[in-house]
């Protein structure tokens, strides 16, 4: 089945921290990614769509100068949180998008716990 | 606007059977998705939906219709390890998933 890698797992840090989560399609081209964030308790938040070889769209109130996001290659998309707070500490999950036929479309990584202290 | 419905929370007993229903209403449509979610844990896929009809996967069964814009996840001989969240999501022509806030299930011994 279609596999989704995303490192690291987990990141503490401190306030000021540029912090960059990768998320890799092991298994197959993804052109399409897409990038949540999910606060304790709430449901997963769109951040971003993340598209091989263009510039990333963002979801509204989403700082696109924080969290820059590169989609350099068909496997492989980044997202940094520059210069992160105290409030960016979440769990942020990639996803890929896996087109053709047969079988679900989205493939989740396992997430990036992040803490800013 | 995009719009996804479930229940909160719901409560069921070890060994018993548990429906939890989602409503959608969004732009486009190319299919449901339930997940499982365990707490400070990614979504784990559990069913995709994209034609009417019931899709059954061991314990666990879902069901689709596109014109009542309704879904169900049917979870049969409930265990313990099966408390968790479980999220309703739909991904709208865009290709974007719109995500419901989730159904945390308990399961009381």
């Known amino acids: 089945g279609a596999v989704v890698s995303q490192h690291p797992s987990r990141v503490i840090c401190k306030s000021g921290t540029s912090v960059k989560i990768e998320c890799r399609s092991l298994?197959?081209?993804?052109?399409?990614m897409f990038w949540y964030r999910q606060f304790p308790k709430q449901s997963l938040m769109l951040m971003a769509t993340?598209?091989?070889?263009?510039?990333?769209?963002?979801e509204q109130g989403v700082e696109k100068d924080k969290f820059l996001i590169n989609h350099a290659s068909l496997t492989l998309s980044t997202l940094t949180v520059t210069s992160a707070h105290p409030e960016d500490s979440s769990f942020y999950i990639c996803?890929?998008?896996?087109?053709?036929?047969?079988?679900?479309?989205?493939?989740f990584g396992d997430g990036t716990r992040l803490s800013i202290l | 606007g995009q719009n996804i419905d479930q229940p909160t929370e719901m409560t069921a007993t070890e060994g018993a059977i548990v429906q939890i229903n989602c409503t959608y209403q969004?732009?486009?449509?190319?299919?449901l998705f339930w997940y499982q979610q365990h707490a400070g844990e990614a979504p784990t896929f559990l069913s995709y939906?994209?034609l009417d009809g019931l899709e059954e996967k061991g314990r666990f069964s879902s069901f689709l219709s596109r014109s009542k814009g309704y879904s169900y996840l049917l979870l049969k001989e409930l265990q313990m390890k099966d408390s968790a969240s479980y999220l309703c999501?739909?991904?709208?022509?865009?290709?974007?998933?719109?995500w419901g806030a989730g159904t945390k299930l308990i399961i009381k011994p």
């Open positions: 996803s890929a998008l896996k087109t053709g036929r047969g079988g679900q479309p989205q493939h």
């Open positions: 298994d197959f081209q993804a052109t399409t």
């Open positions: 993340s598209n091989e070889g263009s510039k990333a769209t963002y």
């Open positions: 969004t732009s486009g449509f190319n299919g």
């Open positions: 939906n994209v």
């Open positions: 999501a739909v991904m709208d022509s865009n290709y974007q998933l719109i």
